[in-house]
């Protein structure tokens, strides 16, 4: 039996329609979905051509916990900007140390990633690049007031010179390998009158074929680092290491200070000359494996020698992103509010549910920002504006507030109201066109930018700047990058506005200021160089000669911030009228109370169009 429709269609007939509709509104969705498929998230900071072992939330505590080796790990986000001026010194690090891999292992693991924010929090990492050293053998847990908790590693300090860095750890290893790195005084080693002695004590050829003997200041580490370079072949030699001459001294004919000799089991032995102006490490360390003969074992990235790959790394090694070509060359300078979605939630996951513990001026700072964003975000959906106004409303009534609470809150309220509908992989305004730049941190310029704008318009003088510096003080996880943005407020006295215009133009003046700094840096993405904002190609009429008609920008600057935009709304001229005609009868629907915390507009206008077809 076939029914008649209200509309005068019969079912199988408008079923097909039905059928079809739904075929090409999906296939038009995922066009919408994917604008720059290449272009998803920040991505890593190390690939798998880079010495750097890149750890997860998965391995880290297999890796560094009962290992026999030390590993020191830098706790870093792939969007800070000062973690990406540090990799290339990490990646230097790393492979100037990949001869060291049977002592120590220089590693990495991203904080930004969703997948191990959970792990950082462990480890108590309060802001990036962190350096934490795990000694040989560490063990997994360890007695804090009398309990057991995980051993979250030792705070590694990370001075100005790659000479102190190496310095430094090596200075951590000697406890930890006594065996290799030990330096005998005199007492030892008076004894020592002929070369046959070596070998007739254990302690100090343990086992070699072959012995390198150093003469050098106590606190010297050329001899150190030799060791450890040759660490990998201590069956075949060993490296002996002496603060003050003593009998073999005279016996090898050494001269001056530093001195080196050798002796070998077969009975020869014999000096080496130190040049001034050489390279003494890389000189002795060649000379050992020449003249013990050894054959020397290819050092390997750690994908090539565990045989892992870097999910989700585009391109290799920190270079450009895949499909760079597909990024338009007409760029606008917009805001779209999946970026800005994106980044409220990373801050509210993945910075300020990195603590333990939230109370004091933090949880001020909090109350203050999470406040601000529930009056001045720009919703364009009810579930968003009820998410901030809930949350604001809950943090104002505590008092300090668990770690397990907060995420428990923060759980909940997502799960009844589904603020983030967006693909969190993807940034569109911000996206990036190499590895680590853009992402979360242009996205939170964009949040601090159109929360002022917004009060701006509203003429509202509230106190959205001290809020902003709160969170940045308090939050942000790139902490030099929030140093200077705390420098800059002090020096300008900036918290003592409180007009919101000159709290708007204050933002506008530090964001140029910041540019100006990074111009030419390596956190700099290449497509999109740090100049002066706005630009004259976006805002001619915002300059006078060389400089700006603070008028002029301060009307650029509600333009740009005051309307974001949903990327994924920016459809054809056929589909917007569509969509408008539908939205009387969609409001409609949306007034009540379970359709508007179901479905958006968007999704009632669908329904209506299946409907009424």
Same mark, same amino acid.
């Given at each position: ?21 739904? !075929? ?10 994917? $604008?720059? $498929? ?6 890593? #900071?190390?690939?798998?051509?880079? &010495? ?22 830098? +706790? ?8 990406? =001026? ?5 990646? =230097? ?40 050293? +795990? $000694? ?36 951590? #290893?000697?406890?930890? +390998?006594? =065996? ?7 007492? &030892? ?25 150093? /003469? ?45 000799? /050798?002796?070998?089991?077969?009975? !020869? ?8 102006? %050489? ?21 390997? $990235? ?18 450009? #992103? ?20 994106? !980044? ?30 529930? %009056? ?7 579930? @968003?504006?009820? &998410?901030? @106004?809930?949350?604001?409303?809950? *943090?104002?009534?505590?008092?300090? *507030? ?41 996205? #939170? ?7 002022? @704008? ?9 106190? *959205?700047?001290?809020? *902003?510096?709160? /969170? ?58 740090k100049i002066k904002y706005p630009s004259s190609e976006h805002c001619p009429e915002c300059y006078i000669i060389n400089d700006f008609d603070e008028g002029k920008v301060e009307e650029y600057l509600l333009r740009v911030y005051s309307r974001p935009e949903r990327y994924m709304d920016k459809m054809d001229s056929d589909t917007r009228r569509n969509r408008k005609n539908m939205n009387g009868t969609a409001s409609k629907l949306s007034s009540s109370s379970w359709m508007g915390g179901l479905f958006s507009l ?9 409907? &009424?077809?």
């Amino acid at each position: 039996m076939i029914c008649t429709s209200p509309v005068g269609m019969t079912w199988d007939t408008e079923t097909r329609r039905g059928h079809l509709l739904i !075929t090409l509104t999906f296939l038009q969705l995922i066009a919408w979905s994917t $604008p720059f $498929p290449a272009l998803t998230g920040s991505g890593p #900071l190390y690939g798998p051509n880079d &010495f750097v072992y890149v750890l997860n939330a998965s391995t880290i505590q297999n890796m560094v916990f009962y290992s026999d080796r030390a590993w020191l790990v830098e +706790f870093f986000s792939s969007w800070c900007g000062h973690c990406v =001026q540090f990799a290339p010194v990490w990646k =230097q690090f790393a492979t100037d140390l990949k001869e060291w891999r049977s002592m120590v292992m220089v590693a990495g693991i991203d904080c930004a990633d969703d997948l191990n924010v959970g792990s950082c929090r462990e480890f108590e990492i309060m802001g990036y690049p962190t350096l934490k050293l +795990f $000694p040989k053998n560490a063990k997994r847990n360890v007695t804090s007031e009398g309990k057991s908790v995980l051993n979250t590693g030792e705070v590694f300090q990370r001075p100005n010179s790659m000479v102190l860095l190496k310095n430094n750890l090596i200075d951590a #290893l000697i406890p930890m +390998f006594p =065996q290799t790195l030990v330096a005998f005084n005199e007492s &030892f080693s008076k004894n020592l009158l002929t070369p046959k002695s070596f070998w007739e004590n254990p302690e100090f050829s343990n086992g070699a074929q072959f012995l390198l003997l150093v /003469y050098e200041n106590s606190d010297s580490h050329a001899g150190l680092e030799v060791a450890l370079r040759l660490s990998n072949y201590q069956k075949s030699c060993r490296v002996v290491r002496f603060n003050e001459k003593n009998p073999m001294y005279l016996r090898l004919s050494l001269d001056g200070w530093p001195a080196a000799g /050798y002796i070998s089991k077969d009975g !020869t032995f014999g000096s080496l000359i130190l040049g001034n102006n %050489q390279d003494i490490i890389d000189l002795l360390t060649k000379a050992v494996i020449g003249l013990a003969q050894i054959t020397q074992i290819e050092e390997l $990235p750690w994908s090539e020698v565990v045989g892992e790959t870097h999910k989700g790394l585009k391109g290799s090694g920190g270079g450009a #992103l895949e499909n760079y070509d597909n990024i338009p060359s007409n760029l606008e300078d917009k805001v779209s509010t999946e970026d800005l979605l994106h !980044t409220v939630r990373n801050l509210l996951r993945n910075e300020v549910g990195l603590l333990q513990k939230i109370d004091g001026p933090k949880l001020v700072a909090l109350k203050n920002f999470v406040s601000i964003l529930s %009056q001045y975000f720009p919703s364009d959906r009810r579930e @968003v504006q009820v &998410f901030l @106004v809930k949350l604001s409303d809950w *943090i104002r009534h505590q008092r300090e *507030i668990e770690n397990y609470k907060y995420l428990e809150k923060l759980n909940d309220m997502e799960a009844e109201l589904n603020p983030w509908d967006i693909d969190m992989n993807i940034w569109y305004d911000c996206r990036p066109t190499v590895p680590g730049r853009r992402g979360y941190s242009c996205g #939170l310029w964009r949040l601090f930018h159109t929360l002022t @704008v917004i009060g701006l318009e509203k003429h509202e003088d509230t106190q *959205i700047l001290p809020a *902003i510096h709160g /969170y940045v003080r308090e939050f942000f996880g790139c902490k030099e990058c929030a140093k200077h943005f705390d420098e800059m407020v002090e020096r300008d006295n900036a918290l003592q506005l409180r007009s919101i215009r000159d709290q708007t133009h204050w933002l506008w003046k530090a964001h140029n200021e910041v540019n100006l700094r990074l111009i030419g840096t390596p956190s700099e993405d290449p497509a999109f160089p740090k100049i002066k904002y706005p630009s004259s190609e976006h805002c001619p009429e915002c300059y006078i000669i060389n400089d700006f008609d603070e008028g002029k920008v301060e009307e650029y600057l509600l333009r740009v911030y005051s309307r974001p935009e949903r990327y994924m709304d920016k459809m054809d001229s056929d589909t917007r009228r569509n969509r408008k005609n539908m939205n009387g009868t969609a409001s409609k629907l949306s007034s009540s109370s379970w359709m508007g915390g179901l479905f958006s507009l968007a999704d009632m206008g669908i329904f209506m169009m299946l409907y &009424f077809i």
